[in-house]
């Protein structure tokens, strides 16, 4: 009868023994879960921060493009102003020389 009593008793340890490490896989596979959660939040505000310098780089880019036209349409507009000047000038020479 004792020995069977000790078998129950060792059975029942064991069995706690048994839930209290299933506790504890549990609270490790719940703090692992949480930490995944952690890093897939992260890497969803990583990917946004990356999409946004993407976005501000093709801005700035296309910024850049636009002051380079902008650039070579005043250079052409003063080719074309001295031009003129130049043809006035010269005009207003021959009228002189005309006039005289």
């Given at each position: 009868m004792?020995?069977?009593r000790?078998?129950?008793?060792?059975?029942?340890?064991?069995?706690r023994?048994?839930?209290?490490?299933?506790e504890?896989?549990?609270?490790?596979?719940r703090?692992t879960?949480?930490?995944?959660?952690?890093?897939?939040?992260?890497?969803i505000?990583?990917?946004?921060?990356?999409?946004?310098l993407?976005?501000?780089?093709?801005l700035?880019?296309?910024q850049r493009?636009e002051?380079r036209?902008?650039?070579e349409e005043?250079?052409?507009?003063?080719?074309e102003?001295?031009?003129?000047?130049?043809?006035?000038?010269?005009?207003?020479?021959?009228?002189?020389?005309?006039?005289?």
């Amino acid at each position: 009868m004792e020995l069977a009593r000790d078998l129950a008793d060792r059975s029942l340890e064991q069995t706690r023994h048994a839930a209290h490490q299933a506790e504890l896989t549990a609270e490790q596979t719940r703090l692992t879960t949480e930490q995944v959660q952690q890093l897939n939040q992260q890497t969803i505000l990583t990917t946004a921060q990356v999409e946004q310098l993407n976005a501000q780089t093709a801005l700035a880019r296309e910024q850049r493009e636009e002051m380079r036209r902008q650039g070579e349409e005043t250079r052409r507009q003063g080719e074309e102003t001295t031009r003129q000047g130049r043809t006035i000038l010269m005009f207003t020479v021959v009228t002189i020389i005309f006039v005289s």
